[in-house]
């Protein structure tokens, strides 16, 4: 007892309260209050201290011990996450920060053997064959020779070994070529070359165009003299777009790398966090004098993203484990298709089937002492019930699915990720869509400006275009009327706002150059006019607005961190210089900057947004609301434009405000928003723009195709409801002819019953709910509102966030148990598309970090249809045709086994011994049974034409009970027809039993694969002669086991027909029967 107490005070940190209690309550003969003592215990353990001096010497010794663990925990436990100020150029931290190495190897020499066989006996099939071969080592036990028993296993083993050892392999050279990577490290001393492993906290490392960021490093400079510099994540968040990044600007203005060492540089960095998008650290340099500057995500390269121009010279800040990379590395979860649960269930009875006979031949052999020996040994006779090479076969047959999806011609650039669940793609149920990029091609298209009191649409642009002209033509004495020159005004004001506001940088056709004068400052801009122009940015959004005012004459032709040049309509340049830049995010769901004009010095705060952020931003107005809802319905994507004046004093005001905010390490962005928040009122407003987001190649056949294979497909998306209901509608997820019921919006429980019971009225319309109304009933009414969404025929969900959609598809697994996909093209989808059964990606304009997060990538949402409908539904048919047939193959010799036994007074001596055992599931019916996988029922334009057939497979009847227990009375009767025709037939000939047994029961199998294929395939027929051949060799070279003039007398041949014909001839028949009469689906169709 006493023990017990100090060990969880100790445990628990108290270790100041165990002294007390050593040496303080024991004097005084007090113990002190513990919740799980009771006052009897307490009473005890005073007692037995009192009563025993030696109590003190074991406390104290448990003491020690524990501390003795404590320390050695403590020393194996990875180090906490911490902030940092690290000096630059200098060693810094010892052990203190991990290495820089990349590690994704599982295994190694030691740990490579005990770990695979760990992960394969966790399973309970290898285990059982486990346990069942050991016996075979044990003499009184053993029933037949042992190789029959170990060799099977030691095969699946080894082919399961191979595979680990083949994925390492790979795993240990990739990372090899990583971390073996040469770059340059500035010292005092001058560069000197180092590896990626090598690399500390601390050093100062060159990186070259197209080399890969090695660790998270702050950019310090760049040959560019502008301090930008552009990277490539891709790897890093699936985003093709170029990043740009900002050398810090103290060091930048250095005139050598060699400077930066002697200005007494360090870096504060915050502690490691998951967060890609943020950072917050400041710059310290001592010298000429100190300072200090804010740093933030513009300042830093990530591990694992690439330099996209010039050379850059990055100081590091986190290695190894700690880097974004690493943090944001997690194994994808591992997803087992509902098949592989079904046909583990259906071991499980084959487990109890051995179990119920094995003691039913025990009992019926009569009681005896050793009754256990001969259960164990029935056993091992029925072991082949359960099928060993069930699981090999599968998993190669899946891997064989996802060769033949890779190689589609007519889904071209489809890549499977994950081999293990191709036959879920043939019982989906529900598919959860995204809508931009997915429904949709996220390729943008500017189709509409509102100024209020005008509108210009596609057929009108040339009207702004001339408007813009001649409000740059106009001088201070032109005449004209003071309506035309409000309204060009307001045109020109517009569509600079549109030129300005934004984070688009343009490039020109030169690779070699980022953008027109960037690489090269000294580039004359004016020298450039003709030149065609192309951007780079984050959205596809901004790019359309900045193309649309390059058709309209107003171009942007120049950009880098502190200015940009504007091309007007008449050929003149305006120039801008960049004070501030307000970046996009989810949150702010707005970006603005701040820009003063070089020519007027007129300081201009722009700034653009979407609407529910921006109404409360502008001046009042009595159109903006109305009109965003007016191009919502048209299908249009919403941005609301503002732009505000800004004094001298009040920018100076503003700028002191943020450079202060931006100084903070702690709550860093809470206080620039706050700063921010300073300008942003009463803003002027400018216009609204439209912009059409095209719907995606074939997306009305391809919805209709899915619902008329009885897949239910759900939007979610974190658009506007009225542009979210337009796209449904367009793109034929909700028919025209199906009504819509839109969720009306509700913040409290009795609004949101009363807005369900609405709703059951109309459970055959389509629903429309926005996410705040969906939180709140999936609060209160869980059961209810997934129930009643489940029966509509469609659901758009609208605002919907990343979270949101992760949850939806928890919820229908948990409610429908049916599997559920997802498919999505950004990095929103990700989590919906891990949390589903299938995950499918699309590789967009976003990326590829949905794509390389899926199950299966496509290019297109079309292709979606051939792949569930007919790559989907093969792979389900072949998978549940082929474990079904394994399954009979080892019932029917067991079935046999037990007759034998049975009719031998229930002796436990294998009816077949050695090769025979291992050649039945092996050589003789291997290829034909496992070529079942080129089994078709209908050629794929059909089954694209009649999407009806694959509804059919959505209530899992190919592969259910029913089905199991039809594949078990087939194999009762077949053992059963063979082995007791067998006795009855050659009765004077009865120690032939085994030849003409076997001989039957090889050619039974075949046989009955004949039956079962549809279609086929040349291979199919070489697998048979194959099988045949290399049983007609075992009869000439094992004569211990056939008896040649027995083999071929006239007799046996006769009686080898007989028996050959009842145990297939009545199974054929019914089966052209049922064909007859009640033809399954596909074979109507083939008639027709």
Same mark, same amino acid.
């Given at each position: ?36 003592? +009771? ?8 007692? %037995? ?15 020690? $011990? ?64 486990? !346990? ?130 002697? /200005? ?70 591992? @997803? ?38 001969? =259960? ?62 997915? !429904? ?37 004495? @032109? ?59 984050? +959205? ?45 995010? +989810? ?39 109305? %009109? /965003? ?17 800004? +004094? ?12 202060? *905010? @931006? ?115 999936? %609060?209160?009414?869980? *059961? ?21 959609? *992760? ?53 297109? $949402? ?16 072949? /998978? ?23 009719? $031998? ?10 090769? !025979? ?9 291997? /290829? ?108 000439? =070279? ?51």
């Amino acid at each position: 007892m006493v023990t017990e107490v100090l060990d969880l005070q100790v445990l628990n940190g108290h270790k100041t309260n165990y002294t007390r209690y050593r040496k303080t309550d024991i004097a005084t003969s007090t113990v002190p209050l513990l919740a799980d003592v +009771s006052d009897s215990e307490a009473d005890d353990v005073l007692f %037995e201290i009192k009563g025993n001096r030696k109590a003190k010497q074991r406390m104290t010794a448990s003491s020690s $011990f524990v501390d003795r663990w404590l320390k050695c925990e403590q020393c194996c436990k990875p180090p906490e996450l911490q902030e940092r100020k690290v000096p630059l150029g200098q060693i810094c931290g010892g052990d203190t920060f991990p290495k820089n190495e990349v590690k994704n190897t599982k295994y190694n020499l030691v740990t490579f053997v005990p770990k695979v066989l760990f992960e394969q006996f966790k399973v309970f099939i290898n285990l059982y064959f486990l !346990l069942v071969a050991i016996t075979q080592l044990i003499p009184t036990l053993r029933v037949t020779y042992v190789y029959t028993s170990w060799a099977p296993l030691i095969f699946v083993l080894f082919i399961t070994m191979c595979r680990e050892a083949y994925d390492d392999v790979k795993r240990r050279l990739r990372d090899k070529e990583v971390n073996r990577a040469v770059y340059r490290k500035l010292t005092p001393s001058g560069p000197v070359k180092i590896t990626a492993d090598k690399i500390k906290v601390g050093d100062l490392i060159y990186i070259e165009k197209d080399q890969r960021v090695p660790a998270d490093v702050v950019l310090v400079r760049t040959t560019e003299k502008t301090g930008s510099c552009f990277i490539r994540t891709d790897q890093l968040d699936g985003e093709t777009d170029w990043k740009l990044r900002l050398g810090v600007g103290t060091t930048q203005k250095l005139a050598s790398d060699d400077d930066v060492l002697r /200005c007494g540089p360090s870096v504060y960095a915050e502690k490691p966090q998951r967060d890609i998008h943020s950072f917050i650290g400041n710059f310290y340099s001592a010298l000429p004098s100190p300072t200090e500057e804010p740093l933030n995500i513009e300042n830093t390269m990530w591990a694992n993203t690439v330099v996209a121009n010039g050379t850059a010279l990055g100081a590091v800040i986190y290695t190894g484990r700690e880097t974004r990379s690493s943090m944001n590395t997690n194994d994808p979860p591992s @997803k087992v298709g509902h098949t592989d649960y079904e046909i583990n269930n259906l071991t499980k009875l084959l487990f109890l089937l051995t179990i119920a006979l094995s003691t039913s031949l025990v009992i019926l052999k009569g009681t005896t002492t050793l009754w256990y020996r001969y =259960f164990v040994r029935f056993i091992v006779l029925f072991s082949y019930i359960i099928p060993i090479n069930l699981r090999v076969n599968l998993d190669l047959s899946k891997i064989w699915y996802s060769i033949c999806i890779h190689k589609d011609k007519d889904i071209e650039g489809t890549v499977v990720r994950n081999t293990t669940i191709p036959e879920e793609l043939g019982r989906i149920s529900y598919l959860l869509s995204d809508k931009t990029g997915t !429904l949709t091609q996220n390729e943008m298209v500017f189709k509409k400006l509102h100024l209020g009191t005008v509108s210009f649409g596609s057929d009108t642009f040339d009207d702004v275009a001339t408007h813009l002209k001649n409000e740059y033509e106009s001088v201070p004495s @032109k005449q004209t009327s003071k309506v035309r020159k409000t309204l060009a005004h307001r045109v020109k004001e517009s569509v600079k706002a549109l030129a300005i506001c934004h984070n688009v940088t343009p490039s020109g056709e030169d690779e070699e150059s980022t953008s027109v004068g960037l690489t090269n400052p000294g580039i004359n801009v004016e020298d450039s006019v003709m030149e065609k122009v192309q951007y780079q940015a984050s +959205s596809p959004d901004e790019i359309a607005l900045v193309e649309w005012t390059e058709e309209v004459n107003l171009t942007l032709v120049y950009r880098d961190r502190t200015k940009m040049k504007l091309r007007t309509p008449i050929g003149e340049f305006e120039e801008f210089e960049i004070l501030m830049i307000f970046p996009f995010t +989810s949150e702010s769901k707005r970006m603005g900057i701040i820009v003063r004009d070089v020519k007027t010095q007129e300081i201009t705060f722009y700034m653009k947004g979407a609407d529910i952020v921006m109404t409360n931003i502008v001046q009042y107005n009595d159109w903006l609301e109305e %009109e /965003c809802d007016n191009m919502a319905r048209e299908g249009l994507r919403t941005l609301v434009v503002a732009k505000k004046v800004l +004094s001298h004093d009040q920018f100076v005001e503003f700028e002191r405000r943020y450079s202060e *905010a @931006k100084l903070s390490i702690n709550d860093r962005a809470t206080q620039m928003r706050n700063a921010q928040l300073t300008i942003e009122g009463e803003m002027q407003l400018l216009c609204v723009t439209g912009v059409e987001d095209k719907l995606q190649l074939d997306i009305r056949t391809t919805l209709e195709l899915l619902a008329n294979a009885g897949i239910k497909v759900w939007m979610l998306t974190g658009d506007k409801l009225e542009t979210a209901t337009n796209i449904a509608v367009s793109s034929r997820l909700v028919s025209r002819m199906t009504p819509i019921y839109q969720f009306k919006p509700v913040k409290t429980r009795t609004e949101a019953h009363n807005e369900l019971n609405n709703f059951r009225k109309h459970s055959k319309d389509a629903l429309v709910i926005l996410g705040n109304s969906l939180e709140v009933c999936l %609060e209160h009414y869980e *059961a209810e509102f997934i129930e009643l969404a489940m029966m509509s025929p469609a659901v758009v969900v609208c605002r919907c966030s990343p979270t949101q959609k *992760a949850a939806i598809v928890h919820l229908i697994k948990k409610h429908s148990r049916k599997p559920v996909a997802a498919i999505g093209d950004g990095g929103n989808d990700v989590s919906m598309i891990q949390a589903a059964d299938v995950g499918v990606g699309i590789v967009g304009k976003e990326g590829k970090q949905a794509s390389l997060a899926a199950d299966y990538s496509i290019s297109q $949402f079309k292709n979606v249809g051939k792949l569930f409908l007919w790559h989907g539904r093969n792979s389900y048919k072949r /998978c549940a045709s082929l474990s079904q047939f394994i399954i009979h193959r080892g019932l029917i010799i067991s079935i046999m086994q037990a007759i034998f036994s049975a009719v $031998f007074y229930f002796v436990s001596i294998s009816l077949y011994q050695g090769y !025979l055992l291992i050649g039945y599931t092996t050589f003789f019916t291997m /290829c034909p049974v496992f070529l079942l996988v080129l089994d078709v029922d209908v050629e794929s334009h059909t089954a694209m034409m009649y999407p009806e057939l694959y509804k059919e497979l959505q209530k899992g009847r190919v592969l259910s009970f029913k089905t199991f227990f039809m594949w078990i009375l087939i194999s009762i009767y077949q053992g059963a027809a063979i082995m007791y025709l067998a006795i009855l037939l050659f009765k004077e000939d009865f120690v032939h039993v085994i030849a003409i047994t076997f001989t039957v029961l090889i050619v039974t199998e075949l046989l009955m694969v004949v039956a079962t294929v549809r279609t086929w395939h040349w291979l199919m027929a070489v697998a048979q002669i194959f099988s045949l051949g290399a049983y007609f060799l075992t009869l000439v =070279f094992l004569p211990q086991y056939f008896d040649p003039a027995f083999i071929t007398s006239k007799d046996f041949l006769i009686k080898f027909i007989a028996l050959t014909a009842a145990s297939c001839v009545p199974l054929f028949v019914m089966k052209y029967i049922r064909k007859k009469f009640a033809p399954p689906i596909y074979a109507r169709l083939q008639q027709g």
